[in-house]
Nanobody
Framework: QVQLVESGGGLVQAGGSLRLSCAAS????????VDWYRQAPGKERELVAT???????HHAESVKGRFTISRDNAKNTVYLQMNSLKPEDTAVYYC????????WGKGTLVTVSS
């Protein structure tokens, strides 16, 4: 059974940093692409960043240069380093992987105050 558990969210002032973690069980991140999504209040869920099987990364334009997705295969964990945070980054952040079906974590809340 695949389980994804996000952590690292919290309250931070604008300009600050947070590092989110997504730990997996039942699946190996090294052989799967992994995504971070976010959903702000009243908005649709949007893709923030992706790391492919080969380790290539892709970031949404809105976070490019500020956020970095990475993976630690030994820990079977994917990270999202978030720097220069803005109030508009406030959202619940979700880890996602597709292995014959979509798997989502329960999310971690990031709140950026102005």
């Amino acid at each position: 059974q695949v389980q994804l558990v996000e952590s690292g969210g919290g309250l931070v002032q604008a300009g600050g940093s947070l590092r989110l973690s997504c730990a997996a069980s039942g699946i190996f991140f090294a052989i799967n692409g992994v995504d971070w999504y976010r959903q702000a209040p009243g908005k649709e869920r949007e893709l923030v960043a992706t790391i492919t099987i080969g380790g290539s990364t892709h970031h949404a334009e809105s976070v490019k240069g500020r956020f970095t997705i990475s993976r630690d295969n030994a820990k079977n964990t994917v990270y999202l380093q978030m720097n220069s945070l803005k109030p508009e980054d406030t959202a619940v952040y979700y880890c996602h992987v597709w292995v014959r079906m979509n798997y989502w974590g329960k999310g971690t809340l990031v709140t950026v105050s102005s």
